[in-house]
């Protein structure tokens, strides 16, 4: 770009583009061209060096712009990450070598010169993507980033622990395992730490291996918000955990401060930090449909997870479902698609397993319960063995958006109906066995006690 006059009055701005002929080869995404073919070239964004967070859509500076403007479709990691790719008004062609081609002529407003004298003062550069292959440039003069690292070291005297006669520790053996104060508040923010030390753990093995490349954009925000939506029910099973370890009664709420103490704070920080953005008209702002897309993934897959995470250590009653988990998929493929099942010896030993779980996990809920001396078991022995019902019901969910190409009302209306007595049935049964189960449990203990 030819850089203008400093004075305050129209002037012409020409569009110079260089392409290079040599060694261009495809890039992560596998693309290839042959000679002479257009490769698609997308503008993304500008901003200031230094400020990565602010940056703008490319066409915001007075660039030579097509007629109509075409926006590219963003993955939901590439609008966090503040992607915005429109297409460049360019042409490059696959090893085609080319000097210089002016691109167009533009006459430039005062106001269009104060935004590039503006630009350039801020040090600002701009991104475009060349068949996903990323090019930074700057308006004007190359910036000169300079980084700096201060390092400070303290020194800090230790005294040898074998100095130390007595600690004074043995003397609160018997205060020291009291339960803590806000033990929800403790027991929230153990399952919520678990939770994202999972997160970095999966993100870690990710990046090892080569799935954050440096080419995949918006890769790692997409896996954040997933892998944080997907591990929520470790935070509801981990503090649920340990708050019933501290005879925590009210575990409802222990889960719903759960939910909230992590992504409270985060919301709060991003209803302002997104305000900024608009007030700036940066493209770090975020779409309303991208936050509606948000919110549905916290509604419909973090937070049931937590409650789920809850539920499988406050009460057990997901575990029964787990045994059958795996063999659902072939049974519905058979019954609602044309696969033809035929391994009945496995679907037999899987439906004993199932049995056994059962039992053994109702059992084992009404002896908690019974040790809180809670003696109303009967109906809560029926609801824990039947609820595989509405673990079974959640699964057509599951497989009839993400498993199956069903669509059509009547298609839908059959499955989810006729599925939805099916799920009863299992439900009666299931039930049935827990309570058979429990009683058996309930008499053997008490046969031998004397009442006075």
Not at 298 to 307: A, D, N
Not at 353 to 363: D, P, Q
Request: hydrophobic residues 45%; charged residues 15%.
């Amino acid at each position: 770009m030819a850089a203008s006059p400093a004075r305050p009055r129209p002037r012409r701005l020409v569009l110079l583009t260089l392409a290079a002929a040599s060694g261009v080869a495809a890039d992560g995404s596998d693309h290839r061209y042959k000679m002479n073919e257009p490769v698609p070239l997308y503008a993304n964004k500008v901003g200031p060096f230094h400020n990565p967070s602010e940056t703008y859509r490319y066409f915001d500076l007075p660039f030579c712009s097509p007629e109509k403007v075409r926006e590219k479709s963003e993955a939901l990691g590439e609008v966090l990450n503040g992607d915005r790719l429109v297409d460049a008004p360019y042409k490059l062609d696959f090893r085609f070598e080319v000097e210089s081609k002016a691109v167009c002529s533009k006459k430039l407003t005062i106001e269009d010169v104060v935004k590039f004298r503006n630009a350039v003062a801020k040090d600002y550069y701009f991104q475009m993507y060349y068949d996903d292959l990323p090019l930074w440039g700057v308006p004007c003069n190359n910036p000169h980033a300079v980084l700096k690292n201060d390092f400070v070291k303290y020194a800090h005297d230790e005294e040898a622990a074998d100095d130390q006669e007595e600690s004074g520790w043995k003397y609160i053996h018997g205060d020291v395992f009291r339960f803590p104060k806000n033990k929800s508040l403790f027991s929230a923010a153990l399952g919520t730490g678990t939770q994202l030390f999972a997160l970095t753990t999966f993100i870690f093995l990710l990046a090892l291996v080569g799935v954050f490349y440096p080419y995949n954009r918006g890769a790692l925000f997409t896996a954040l918000v997933v892998i944080y939506a997907l591990t929520s029910g470790i935070a509801g099973y981990i503090a649920t955990s340990f708050y019933c370890q501290l005879e925590g009664t009210n575990w409802v709420r222990n889960l719903l401060l759960t939910g909230c103490l992590f992504c409270g704070p985060l919301l709060l920080t991003f209803c302002f930090l997104n305000t900024v953005a608009i007030a700036y008209s940066a493209t770090a702002a975020l779409p309303f449909g991208t936050i509606c897309v948000i919110v549905l993934i916290w509604t419909l897959v973090t937070f049931p997870l937590l409650v789920l995470g809850g539920i499988a250590d406050g009460n057990g009653w997901v575990l029964p479902f787990s045994a059958i988990y795996i063999e659902l998929y072939y049974i519905f493929a058979s019954v609602w698609g044309h696969r033809i099942y035929t391994i009945y010896s496995i679907l037999f030993i899987v439906f004993i397993i199932l049995l056994i779980v059962t039992a053994f996990i109702t059992v084992a809920l009404t002896y908690f319960q019974l040790a809180a001396e809670d003696h109303e078991w009967w109906w809560r022995s029926f609801l824990c063995g039947g609820s595989t019902g509405f673990f079974v019901y959640g699964y057509c969910l599951y497989y009839y958006y993400a498993r199956s190409d069903m669509s059509g009302f009547m298609q839908t209306s059959f499955f989810f109906g006729y599925m939805a007595c099916i799920c009863y049935a299992f439900f009666l049964m299931l039930g049935m066995v827990g309570f058979r189960a429990a009683l058996f449990f309930v008499r053997h203990i008490y046969k031998s006690i004397k009442c006075e």
